[in-house]
C-alpha cells in the first residue's frame, strides 16, 4: 500500500517481502498479483527470473558463496565444506530450524578478495576454516550479519602520477558542480564528445553523441540511469568507484540529466552491492540538502532533477541495458528486440540514458580537469585512464587505474603476474590473451582495435545492427598461470552462459547448453575432432544469430582459446583411449523406436 501500484515498484515489494519473510509465499503471489493486476503465472515468471528472489524458504541467514573460477581457485570449495560441516547441511539446502540457507551464487564482485561470501547481503572476505566455524557461532548466538561483516577493501594501484590519474585522486564534493553555472546544456555535451570518453560498461558507445541522441529527443520526460549492476566475472571496479568516490556517480548523473534535459534519475544497483545503499542514500539526502538534486538546480539554465535507487535482484543479463530497464518496469529482465533504443523509447517509453558507474564518474573529473588536459592522457584513439580489477595468479590483485596505451606485458609486471599463460581480459564475455599477445598496448589501437567501431557514419545503425554491443571491456582482467587446466577455466565459464542465459532465443539457450557438453567431452576426452568443428560453426550460429550482446560473445573465450591454444584441444582429442568411437545411439536405440512405432501404429 505505501508504495502504490506503479509496475516500477514491483521489484522493491518482491524484495520487502523476501527480506522479510526470507521467501515469497502463494499467499504473497496472490496479493500481490491482485494489487497489480498480474496473473499468477506472469508474477512466478518475474520473482523466478532472478536469482535473489524465492518461492521457498531460503533460511533467516542466507548464505551466497561464490563459484567462478577465481573463487574456486582460492579456496571456495573447502570454505563451502566449512560452512557445510558448520551447519550441518549440504550446499542448495536450509537448516531443519530455517536458521540458515547455504547457496551458490555467480561472481559477487569481490574476486580480489576470494574466498569470500555474503550472508543477507553483507560481504564477509578472505574466508578460512576457523573464520566461517566463528561466524556460525557468533550468528547462532544472536549476532547479526552486519555486526560481523568485513567491509571489502581493495588495494588501489594507480600508474599515472597523481596529476595524471582521473578516479583515484582526491575529490571534493560538489567541487564540479561550480561549472553547472558556466555551460549551457549544449556546451556540456560538446565538451563530453570532445573528450572521447565512451561507454565503460563494456559497449564502448561515444557518451556525448549518447547524450546528443536524448537531448534531441522532444520528450518533455527523460530519464538517467546509472547502471551500477557489474555482474561480468572478476569486475569489482565499479564497487570500488562506489565506496572511494560514490559523489562522482552522482555529480556525473547531475551533469548527465543537465545536459538531455531530464528530471529524474535511478541508480541501479545490483544486489550484491546492497550493502553499499544506506551509504548512497545517505549521500543522495546529502545532495538534496545542498541544493544539488530535487526542484530548481542552480544552473546556467535552472532545472529539476532527483535520483533514487533501484535495486536488481540478481541476474548477469540486467547489465544489458534494455534488459535492466524491463527489470526497472517490474518485469523479467529479458533484453529487447532493439527495434528502439533507450535514447529514443526507454524506461516508461520515455527517451532514457543508461551510463555505467565509470562513465558517469569520468564526467565531473574530465570537466574539472579540463578537455586539453584529458586529451593529453592515454593514447589518440583512447584518451584518459582505464580501470581494471585484476585477479587470479598474481602477487597484487585489486584495483588499477592506468593510462591507456600500456603495455600488457608491463601491466603483467605492475600485477606480479605469476608465470602468465592465459587471460582472460574482459571477463567471460571477452577476448582470450595468450603470450603471443603481451607486446601488445591496452588501447584503442591497438589491443582494442579489433572492437572499436568508432568510424562508422550512423552510430545508432551501426549499434543496432551490433545489437547494441561493440566492444566488451568492462575492466575485469583474470589471470591463470601455466598449471591451470585451460578446460576447466572454459567449464566455468560456460556454465555461467547456461546460468545465465535468460533463455528467450534458442541460439542461446540452446546452443550454450550443447557448447558446455562439447566442453564436458573433451575434458572426459570424449572428443573428436568433429566436435571442434561444430563448436566453431555453433558458435557462429550463436554470434550471429543471439539478440543481446550475452548470446553474442558467450562463446568468445572458448574460440580464442580454441585459437590461441589449439595444441590443448588437440592433446584432449588423441587422450581418447577407451572410449569406443564407433557407439551408435542409433544403433543402441533401434528396438525402443520399433517398440515405440509399433505402440503408434497400435494406437492409431
Ligand atoms: Fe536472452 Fe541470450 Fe537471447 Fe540475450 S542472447 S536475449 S541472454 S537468450
Known amino acids: 500500500a505505501e508504495k502504490g501500484t506503479d509496475r516500477s515498484t514491483l521489484m522493491d515489494i518482491l524484495w520487502d517481502v523476501q527480506r522479510r519473510k526470507r521467501y515469497i509465499s502463494e499467499d504473497d503471489i496472490g496479493k500481490i498479483g491482485q494489487a497489480f493486476n498480474m496473473s499468477k503465472t506472469e508474477l512466478e515468471g518475474v520473482i523466478t527470473f532472478y536469482h535473489f528472489f524465492s518461492t521457498t524458504n531460503r533460511g533467516k541467514y542466507t548464505i551466497y558463496l561464490n563459484d567462478s573460477i577465481v573463487a574456486n581457485q582460492s579456496g571456495r570449495k573447502a570454505i563451502q565444506r566449512a560452512f557445510e560441516e558448520a551447519l550441518g547441511i549440504k550446499l542448495g539446502h536450509v537448516t531443519p530450524d530455517n536458521m540458515f540457507g547455504l547457496y551458490r551464487t555467480p561472481c559477487i564482485g569481490l574476486s580480489d578478495q576470494e574466498p569470500s561470501c555474503l550472508i543477507n547481503f553483507k560481504p564477509f572476505t578472505n574466508l578460512t576454516r576457523d573464520r566461517v566455524f566463528e561466524i556460525v557461532t557468533e550468528l547462532k548466538s544472536g549476532k547479526r550479519p552486519s555486526e560481523l561483516c568485513d567491509i571489502p577493501k581493495s588495494i588501489i594501484h594507480y600508474t599515472p602520477a597523481e596529476e595524471r590519474t582521473v578516479f583515484f585522486k582526491p575529490y571534493r564534493q560538489f567541487s564540479s558542480l561550480s561549472i553547472l553555472n558556466t555551460y549551457s546544456p549544449e556546451e556540456i555535451i560538446d565538451l563530453v564528445k570532445k573528450s572521447k570518453l565512451t561507454g565503460r560498461g563494456g559497449a564502448f558507445f561515444p557518451t556525448g553523441l549518447k547524450w546528443e541522441f536524448c537531448r534531441n529527443n522532444p520528450s518533455e520526460i527523460k530519464y538517467i540511469i546509472c547502471n551500477a549492476d557489474e555482474g561480468e566475472p572478476g ?340 587422450a581418447n583411449t577407451d572410449f569406443n568411437k564407433s557407439f551408435s545411439l542409433e544403433g543402441a536405440t533401434a528396438d525402443y523406436d520399433r517398440i515405440i512405432n509399433e505402440m503408434t501404429l497400435d494406437y492409431d
Open 235 to 574: 569486475t569489482f571496479k565499479d564497487r570500488v568507484l562506489m565506496e572511494e568516490h560514490p559523489e562522482l556517480m552522482i555529480e556525473g548523473m547531475i551533469f548527465a540529466a543537465y545536459a538531455v534535459g531530464a528530471s529524474e534519475g535511478a541508480i541501479y544497483l545490483r544486489a550484491e552491492y546492497m550493502y553499499l545503499r544506506d551509504r548512497l542514500e545517505e549521500l543522495l539526502s546529502k545532495y538534496r540538502s545542498q541544493g544539488y538534486l530535487g526542484k530548481g538546480i542552480k544552473a546556467k539554465t535552472p532545472f529539476d532533477f532527483d535520483v533514487y535507487i533501484h535495486m536488481g535482484a540478481g541476474a548477469y543479463v540486467c547489465g544489458e541495458e534494455t534488459a535492466l530497464i524491463h527489470s526497472m518496469e517490474g518485469k523479467r529482465g529479458e533484453p529487447g528486440t532493439r527495434e528502439f533504443f533507450p535514447v529514443e523509447k526507454g524506461f516508461n517509453d520515455r527517451p532514457t540514458i543508461v551510463n555505467n558507474v565509470e562513465t558517469l564518474c569520468a564526467v565531473p573529473r574530465i570537466l574539472e580537469m579540463g578537455i586539453s588536459k584529458y586529451l593529453s592522457l592515454g593514447t589518440k584513439a583512447t584518451p584518459g585512464t582505464k580501470l581494471f580489477s585484476v585477479s587470479g595468479d598474481c602477487s597484487k590483485p585489486g584495483m588499477y587505474e592506468i593510462e591507456w596505451g600500456m603495455k600488457l606485458r608491463d601491466f603483467l609486471d605492475l600485477i606480479g603476474a605469476e608465470d602468465p599463460c592465459f587471460i582472460l581480459f574482459n571477463g567471460f564475455a571477452g577476448e582470450c590473451l595468450s603470450e603471443a599477445d603481451f607486446d601488445r598496448e591496452i588501447s584503442g589501437e591497438n589491443l582494442l582495435a579489433e572492437h572499436m567501431q568508432f568510424r562508422f557514419k550512423d552510430p545508432l545503425e551501426y549499434a543496432r545492427k551490433m545489437g547494441g554491443i561493440g566492444l566488451r571491456s568492462g575492466g575485469s582482467f583474470m589471470v591463470f598461470n601455466k598449471q591451470r587446466d585451460l578446460l576447466k577455466i572454459l567449464k566455468n565459464v560456460a556454465d555461467f552462459f547456461v546460468a545465465e542465459s535468460c533463455g528467450i532465443c534458442v541460439p542461446c539457450r540452446t546452443g550454450n547448453f550443447l557448447l558446455n557438453k562439447k566442453i564436458d567431452k573433451l575434458i572426459l576426452g570424449h572428443a573428436e575432432q568433429q566436435d571442434l568443428d561444430e563448436i566453431k560453426e555453433w558458435s557462429n550460429i550463436i554470434k550471429i544469430t543471439s539478440r543481446c550482446g550475452l548470446g553474442k560473445m558467450s562463446s568468445t573465450a572458448l574460440n580464442h582459446a580454441m585459437l590461441k591454444f589449439p595444441e590443448v584441444f588437440e592433446k584432449r582429442i588423441s
